[in-house]
């Protein structure tokens, strides 16, 4: 079992990180990400071609977390490979250790630095999943063929409770968790009522009992990165008194780690969020003060 | 219907020679009614031609794509040395068939498969995908109308009823909702849409139809 797996399954509040992986070959630029992080979290996140700007393979850089010790969340998206690639990649992952996995749709390839290239899209995040999970339990590809060799895969999706129509958000995310998903992992949050008020309905349907919610948080470094994701993120919903609070601030650095800080105080306290997964891209290095400052450090010992 | 645009003029005055015989052939179907390539259209080409000094004139057959009504384009089409179709590409293909010893050029760019929405507007409606689920989604076509094609709901980039990835167009998901909701039909949209067989669209490779029963 993953330490993702068995941190959420033992009950404790689970920490994870998102790794970004370079634009070119240099594996130092991921070691010295995840030497930052090491001990402050349970699991690094490694990106699938973020925002479709092509960057070193999610695989490879999940190989090169675990030879800095730590463990890794696969992302893998819908927009660059078809079912066969897909499962293929999943096949080769599980061989060489991976565990744990993140279904996602992806961006569209318009937004980032090749938007002339053809997409695939042949499957979306919720057909990954199913596909996936029967891999793992039926021991099946997706055709109904059969496979050789037992896998272990934790299997998570994400899940925006920000993005039009709100009201269909929590079926989306039955959808999801019917598929496969373990565990999930939020859009970065930053207006909790709204927050409170999906987890609410989450609960109300009993879904905060059949996965792991993990509730994602972006710490900000200045007034203009949290006025860019108000406006121009679709999906992402920032109140205007933090944009006020950011504003007024002194030292812009130190009040976005004091929010983040204080969002995910607000976060912990929400019943069937079961960890944080911090999303500090280019700022990976603020991670460990934002984990102690939420009394999540030291992170739980393996087993 | 297929829907259609000009090229760039200075794309089209490319294809001709000094001097040339150019006949502009319009297509009387879809390309008259989106307006790219009727017999206004071809008239206006031809006499665009005449101004930039090559001897030009027009004809309009009634569809392009079936080979006998461009048979009625044959002697207009022996006086000159080329043409240039304002047929859609199925069109041109057709009439390159049909005479295969004359430089014809694609004087359109075909677009897409559409309606029109509002005067001078259109919007593309069906991919051809070879599988209609239409229904399942109260006539908003996600394939071709969700910039993913998702089967199974809303990405998390859909904002105020418009999706992030061109947003002047509506989030096709926005509209299933809405519809389905109208209609208290909602519960259809709760259950997984499996993965496609995407075999009948062109990923399939080039398609073909046969009819035992209409063949001579």
Redesign the interface.
């Known amino acids: 079992m993953s330490v993702l797996e068995e941190t959420l399954r033992r009950g404790d509040f689970a920490v994870t990180a998102e790794v970004g992986p370079p634009k070119g070959v240099n594996r130092e630029a991921i070691e010295k990400k995840c030497d930052r992080l090491r001990g402050f979290v349970d699991a690094v996140n490694i990106t699938d071609n973020q925002t479709a700007i092509v960057r070193l393979s999610s695989l490879a850089g999940c190989l090169i977390a675990r030879d800095c010790g730590l463990e890794a969340v696969m992302q893998m998206v819908?927009?660059d490979k078809n079912?066969i690639a897909l499962q293929s990649d999943f096949l080769g992952a599980c061989a060489l250790g991976v565990e744990n996995f993140l279904c996602l749709?992806?961006?569209?390839q318009?937004?980032g630095n090749h938007p002339q290239s053809k997409?695939v899209?042949?499957?979306?995040s919720?057909?990954l999943l199913?596909?996936l999970k029967n891999m793992r339990e039926e021991n099946i590809f997706?055709n109904g063929e059969p496979l050789k060799g037992e896998i272990k895969a934790f299997l998570g999706a994400?899940a925006?409770p920000?993005?039009?129509?709100l009201?269909?958000r929590v079926?989306?995310l039955?959808?999801k968790i019917?598929?496969g998903a373990q565990f999930i992992q939020t859009?970065a949050i930053f207006d909790l009522e709204i927050f409170s008020r999906f987890m609410e309905e989450v609960r109300k349907t009993g879904l905060d009992k059949k996965t792991f919610i993990l509730a994602g948080v972006i710490p900000v470094k200045s007034l203009a990165a949290l006025r860019y994701m108000q406006n121009e993120v679709?999906?992402l919903m920032v109140p205007d008194f933090l944009v006020e609070r950011m504003k007024q601030a002194k030292d812009p650095k130190e009040e976005g780690v004091n929010i983040c800080v204080e969002i995910i105080e607000q976060l912990k306290k929400i019943e069937g969020v079961r960890g944080v997964h911090i999303m500090a891209i280019g700022w990976e290095s603020i991670v460990p003060e934002i984990v102690k400052r939420v009394n999540l450090y030291p992170r739980p010992k393996r087993g | 219907m297929i829907i259609a645009e000009r090229k760039p003029i200075k794309e089209i005055f490319q294809f001709l020679l000094p001097g040339e015989k150019v006949l502009v052939l319009g297509c009387g179907t879809c390309v008259t009614v989106c307006m790219a390539g009727g017999e206004k259209e071809a008239r206006e080409l031809a006499s665009l031609f005449r101004l930039k000094g090559w001897k030009s004139w027009d004809f309009t057959v009634e569809r392009q794509c079936e080979a006998e009504f461009n048979l009625k384009a044959k002697e207009e089409i022996a006086k000159v040395d080329t043409v240039v179709s304002l047929a859609c590409g199925v069109g041109v293909q057709t009439l390159a068939d049909c005479f295969p010893e004359k430089k014809i050029f694609p004087g359109l760019n075909t677009t897409f498969m559409g309606m029109p929405v509002e005067q001078g507007l259109w919007e593309e409606r069906c991919w051809g995908c070879g599988n209609c689920i239409l229904h399942l989604f109260d006539y908003v076509c996600p394939v071709t109308r969700c910039?993913?094609?998702?089967?199974?709901?809303?990405?998390?980039?859909?904002?105020?009823?418009k999706c992030?990835?061109?947003p002047d167009r509506d989030?096709a998901?926005?509209l299933i909702?809405?519809r389905l909701r109208k209609k208290n039909k909602?519960e259809t949209?709760?259950s997984?849409?499996?993965?496609?067989d995407?075999s009948t669209s062109r990923y399939g490779g080039q398609r073909k139809m046969v009819r035992e029963d209409v063949r001579l």
């Open positions: 819908c927009r079912r749709t992806g961006d569209h318009s937004m997409n899209f042949d499957l979306d919720i057909q199913q596909i997706q994400g925006n920000f993005a039009d129509p009201e269909f079926v989306r039955a959808k019917s598929a859009q679709p999906g | 910039a993913k094609s998702l089967l199974n709901g809303p990405c998390g980039g859909s904002k105020d009823g992030e990835v061109t989030c998901w926005q909702y809405d909602l949209l709760f997984i849409q499996p993965p496609r995407w």
